[in-house]
């Protein structure tokens, strides 16, 4: 099989979404009746975490033992990676010992070098510029809940982050629109994303971006790796805070989601996140699903 990495959202196209939204919703029933599903036996999976992590980590490594294979987890701090080896050294050696990388990091470009030595699947974790996986995640969950989401308005209320960008790269793929609202100076970069206007609007007010959206989504105000602005970001972000008024802007069946970990009091309020649009706990369980299908489909192919 041709060597595929998942560095970005648009490293796939659209027939291949059909197909991993598909076999992501054959696995969950697999697993939610206790049914074995082991196509990955005696692969293993190496996952490099140079952030913090809750839900990447579990959802990985949990899914790597469900469908039979191992995993092997490195920190910055117990490797040689925090003893400056080079990437592309890294890489060499990881790959000929393992069968699919996982990789958490700051800059994208760490990740890229790293796949271009790599003999194995490299999939993108969380960068700074980029989060894949979770929009992969979040889309199947408003299948789930909504059906198709071609067509549909995604609000995105807060910063021009990882997330905002991976929005923008699905909404040109899959046909949706995203209505962002970024506090100033903190705009999304639709360079970074590498996508055309057609597929996202800008809005000043995250009240007007909200309007008639199908889906509402936020998240933290402060991303891992910008902490030294945190100060700054509260005083700029205080309008950018998901609460039930904004909730009541968007269509009467909105969903809201976010990637968590959530601050409730900053970026959403508590009855929100906690009320009855929200479906952040399907969503972050989510993530087990489809990344199982992502790793089945990198090292194997559509079955
Ligand atoms: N949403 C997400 O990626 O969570 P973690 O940082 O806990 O992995
Ligand atoms: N934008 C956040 C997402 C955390 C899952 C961050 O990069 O820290």
Redesign the pocket.
């Given at each position: 099989m041709k060597l595929k990495h998942y560095l970005k959202f648009t490293d796939l196209k659209a027939d291949e979404y059909v197909y991993l939204f598909e076999h992501a919703a054959l696995i969950k029933k697999k697993f939610k009746a206790y049914e074995k599903h082991q196509p990955l036996t005696d692969r293993t999976l190496a996952m490099i975490f140079e952030?913090a992590?809750t839900?990447?980590r579990v959802s990985f490594e949990a899914g790597m033992y469900q469908l039979g294979g191992s995993v092997v987890h490195l920190t910055t701090g117990d490797s040689q990676l925090g003893r400056a080896e080079p990437i592309e050294d890294s890489a060499r050696v990881i790959s000929r010992m393992v069968d699919l990388v996982m990789i958490r990091t700051y800059e994208q470009t760490k990740i890229e070098r790293f796949a271009e030595y790599s003999r194995v699947p490299v999939i993108n974790g969380?960068t700074?510029e980029y989060?894949p996986c979770?929009i992969l995640a979040d889309i199947f969950t408003y299948i789930e809940h909504r059906g198709s989401i071609t067509g549909k308005t995604v609000a995105w209320v807060g910063?021009g982050?990882?997330?905002a960008n991976t929005w923008l790269q699905a909404a040109e793929l899959l046909g949706f629109t995203v209505h962002v609202s970024t506090p100033s100076g903190y705009e999304i970069d639709p360079a970074v994303a590498g996508v055309k206007s057609s597929c996202y609007k800008v809005f000043k007010d995250p009240m007007q971006a909200s309007a008639g959206a199908d889906l509402v989504t936020t998240?933290?105000w402060?991303?891992?790796?910008?902490e030294a602005e945190n100060e700054a970001r509260k005083k700029a972000f205080t309008d950018w805070c998901v609460d039930a008024e904004m909730m009541r802007a968007a269509k009467s069946d909105a969903l809201f989601m976010h990637?968590?970990?959530a601050h409730r009091g900053e970026e959403v309020e508590a009855e929100v996140i906690d009320g009855p649009q929200s479906v952040v706990w399907d969503e972050a369980e989510n993530r087990l699903h489809v990344q199982k299908a992502l790793m089945e489909y990198l090292l194997l192919g559509r079955l």
């Open positions: 952030k992590s839900r990447t969380l700074n989060h979770q910063d982050n990882n997330m998240d933290v402060t991303s891992m790796g910008y990637c968590l970990p």
